[in-house]
């Protein structure tokens, strides 16, 4: 994590994007909520002051000069392709662009932001990924949806081209915070056995399970070597940074950080 150019509290990747592919993570500082939604909340669903919000998500756009595009998550797998015209608020849990000036953003508290862009830095998205978005249905969940729509169009005859990916995970629950059922171990080891390195058992058939890891399993299934940011380490989880991040696991009532990427 670096200094941000924005807010001195935000999170910037330290990846090696192309540096007209622009990326930032919110944390709680720099808006206008009152506790519990102290300050920067930019959900819209979570019983804030929407005179607040507004202001929030105005004071975001004002420091990416970029229009944020904000989605309405539902733990899926459906990704969008938005440009400068898409409304807010469609059904979806990831956003990727082609066109400068509108940023993929997703909001979180606890769930695992992800943002990616190709090498040559033609196309950015953001993904939500919660334990359902990413395990998915039958091992086919949010990273693989984004990946294919990042794949170019390829006569049917010909093979397709390589992309090369870089992605950054960002702040989350941690390893020693999120703590599951059996169900949730069952529905990544179904399609990835290998996921089960990813869980620690509890006393009561409970789990402990570490989602940035899963996501790492995930993307470089995909073929991504490259990706960077959250390692599990106790700086990037949200329940044990309260002064820091939103949780909805530690306090239940709880704003939303934002992770945005967009095109200069």
């Known amino acids: 994590m670096s200094v941000s150019p924005w807010n001195p509290d935000w999170l910037v990747p330290q ?21 519990p939604y102290d300050t920067l909340n930019l959900g819209n669903h979570v019983g804030d002051n929407s005179l607040h919000v507004r202001h929030n998500r105005a004071l975001l756009q004002k420091e990416l000069g970029a229009r944020p595009v904000f989605l309405d998550q539902v733990h899926g797998t459906q990704v969008l392709e938005i440009t400068s015209r898409t409304m807010d608020n469609l059904k979806a849990d990831g956003a990727l662009t082609r066109e400068s000036g509108v940023a993929c953003t997703v909001m979180v508290a606890d769930c695992l932001p992800i943002l990616l862009c190709d090498a040559k830095g033609s196309t950015v998205a953001a993904v939500h990924a919660g334990w359902r978005g990413l395990a998915g249905v039958n091992g086919f969940g949010v990273l693989e949806e984004v990946y294919h729509q990042f794949m170019p169009v390829a006569p049917a005859d010909s093979a397709q081209p390589a992309i090369e990916l870089i992605a950054w995970i960002g702040p989350c629950i941690g390893p020693d915070a999120f703590e599951v059922g ?69 306090d239940r009532v709880s704003g939303r950080q934002a992770a945005s990427i967009w095109l200069d």
Not at 16 to 35: E, I, M, Q
Not at 213 to 218: D, E, I, P, S
Not at 240 to 250: A, D, E, V
């Open 182 to 250: 059996p169900d949730v171990l069952d529905a990544f080891v179904a399609s990835h056995a290998q996921a089960v390195a990813c869980f620690k058992p509890l006393p009561g058939g409970k789990w402990l399970a570490d989602l940035p890891a899963l996501a790492r399993q995930r993307l470089q299934t995909l073929g991504l070597s490259q990706i960077y940011g959250n390692d599990g380490s106790p700086g990037w989880c949200t329940v044990g940074n309260p002064l820091r991040f939103f949780s909805h696991r530690r």
């Open 15 to 35: 990846w090696p994007a192309p540096a007209h592919v622009r990326a930032v993570c919110t944390t709680r500082a720099g808006g206008v909520s009152a506790a």
